[in-house]
């Protein structure tokens, strides 16, 4: 991988920059009539996803949640929107995915060992990305 300076690594969402998201899969019980439905919607967004300075991109059935501002959602974030929709009785099942990168699913969280530790001799100080 080519390097790359911080201001473009911030840019792409590469690195030090990278934003963590999860998808959620859901199945609601296929009688709930349009105003449960709506009900039930507002609550997730404003309970579970909201609160917790999340965003979620999605319909009735699932999508995929990140956090609103520059960041990543976390295991606990995944804990979270897991045990409010298992909560619920509209829902018959929920799955949650692992924690993916938001902008480049296809590629696992910090799988670039060249371009970490190009990240770490660039900027010393910056934080050591997990494995």
Known sequence: MRKRNR???KKLHLGEFQQLGFEVSMTLKPNLG????????????LDAIEKNELAFGGGTDGGFVTTWKRGSATEVHRATVESW??????VTLVTLGPLVDAWY?????HSNPQFERDA?????RA???ER
């Open 7 to 9: 201001r473009l690594r």
């Open 34 to 45: 349009i105003d449960a439905l709506d009900r039930f919607l507002d609550e997730f967004i």
């Open 85 to 90: 929709l298992s909560r619920r009785p509209e």
């Open 105 to 109: 699913p296809e590629v696992e969280p």
């Open 120 to 124: 770490r001799e660039e900027h010393p």
């Open 127 to 129: 934080p050591q990305l």
